[in-house]
C-alpha cells in the first residue's frame, strides 16, 4: 500500500483551494463542477500531484491520502444517501474528494444511482442494513470489483472517511496477492461466466442495461492479473456449467486468504485500482444518532471517452 501524509501546510493550502471553488463556482453541484475539477486539481500541492502521477504509472493497487483536511462543524451522519443529498452535508468534503479524484482520474457517476450525483455518501440506512449497497450495516459487504456487470466499470474506487469511530474495516484483496493453481486461473480466465447487475443498479423493473453476459473473471497480462467479480452477483453463464460454478467458489477460499483489512481515519482518502483489487466492508451495528460511519464515494476512470461512449453524449452519468 502506497501512502501519502498530508503536511499542515498543504493541509491550508488544499482548505484555501476548496474556499475559492466554493466562491467562484457558487452553490456546490458536483455535476457543474466536474468539468472544471481537473484544471482546478492543477493548483493541489505538488506533493500530492506526484503522488497520484506516481500511483497511475506504477498501477499501484492500494493508494491512501492522509491528513486530508475535514469542516471543524461536520455535521452528524445523515441516516442515508437521501437525507445527504437533501441536507447538502458534507459539501466541503465533497470538494476535496473531487479534487483529489481528479488529480488521478475522471470522475463520472451512474444515473440509476444515488439519483445520478457523481459524489455518493456511504452511511447506514435504516432498512437497508441487509442489502448489497452503501447503506448496508449489520450484514458484511462482500467482496467485489465495482460494477463488475458493467464494460465501462470505473479503474478506480476513491473513499474518503468523514466518520469511523468504532473503526469499521475496509476490505481488500489484491489480485498479485492470490496464488491460484494454474487450472483454476485457466478456468476463471476464460469467458464463461455471467457478471448481474448489483442491487445499487437493479431498477423497479428489476433489471438494468449495459449488463455483461458472458465474460472472464481474470483478464490482462499473464505476470499481473486484472480481476473482474462480484461474489453475489457472478455466476456460470451456463446453467449446467458445474466447472465454472466450482471456480467460483474455489477462487473465493484463496480470496479470503488474501483479505486484508484498511481501517481508515478522519481525513484518509484511499484509492483502489477496481482492475487489481476487489474491496468489501466488515459488517457493524449501527445507531443512527448522527456519529455512525460516513464515506463519501467516488468514480474514477482514465479515459472520460469511455463514458461518453456509453452514454452517446458528453454525460458524465452513464443511464
Not at 47 to 60: L, M, N
Not at 96 to 118: C, K, R, T
Request: hydrophobic letters at 35%; aromatic letters at 8%.
Amino acid at each position: 500500500m502506497k501512502r501519502l501524509v498530508i503536511e499542515p501546510n498543504e493541509r491550508r493550502q488544499i482548505e484555501w483551494l476548496v474556499d475559492d471553488v466554493l466562491n467562484e463556482y457558487g452553490p456546490w453541484d458536483p455535476v457543474q463542477f466536474v468539468t472544471h475539477a481537473k484544471t482546478v486539481a492543477e493548483s493541489l500541492p505538488i506533493r500530492v500531484r506526484q503522488f497520484f502521477r506516481q500511483v497511475q504509472s506504477d498501477e499501484t493497487d492500494v493508494a491512501v491520502l492522509s491528513g486530508l483536511p475535514l469542516s471543524q462543524d461536520l455535521a452528524p451522519t445523515p441516516t442515508g444517501w437521501d437525507m445527504a443529498q437533501k441536507t447538502g452535508v458534507g459539501c466541503r468534503e465533497e470538494v476535496v474528494l473531487m479534487l483529489s479524484s481528479a488529480a488521478l482520474g475522471e470522475p463520472f457517476g451512474w444515473g440509476d444511482q444515488q439519483n445520478g450525483h457523481i459524489m455518493h455518501d456511504v452511511c447506514p440506512a435504516p432498512g437497508k442494513e441487509l442489502s448489497e449497497t452503501s447503506g448496508s450495516s449489520t450484514a458484511a459487504l462482500s467482496l467485489h470489483t465495482e460494477d463488475a456487470f458493467h464494460q465501462c466499470r470505473c479503474d478506480y474506487v476513491a473513499l474518503y472517511c468523514l466518520r469511523n469511530p468504532d473503526r469499521i474495516g475496509t476490505t481488500v484483496v489484491r489480485a498479485d496477492r492470490l496464488d491460484l493453481p494454474p487450472q483454476l486461473s485457466e478456468i476463471l480466465s476464460e469467458k464463461r461466466f455471467h457478471h448481474r447487475p448489483d442491487q445499487s443498479h437493479i431498477g423497479p423493473q428489476g433489471h438494468s442495461s449495459g449488463a455483461v453476459d458472458v465474460d472472464a473473471i481474470l483478464f490482462g497480462p499473464p505476470e499481473s492479473r486484472y480481476l473482474r467479480i462480484d461474489f453475489d452477483d457472478t455466476c456460470a453463464a451456463e446453467e449446467g456449467d458445474r466447472a465454472a460454478q466450482e471456480a467460483i467458489a474455489e477462487l473465493y477460499k484463496h480470496v479470503c486468504d488474501a483479505m486484508e483489512k484498511v481501517v481508515l481515519e478522519p481525513g484518509d482518502a484511499i484509492f483502489l485500482d477496481n482492475y487489481r483489487v476487489a474491496h468489501g466492508r466488515e459488517p457493524f451495528s449501527p445507531r443512527y444518532d448522527g456519529t455512525d460511519r460516513w464515506l463519501k464515494r467516488a468514480n474514477l476512470i482514465r479515459d472520460i471517452r469511455r463514458v461518453f461512449m456509453a452514454t452517446e453524449s458528453r454525460s458524465r452519468v452513464i443511464a
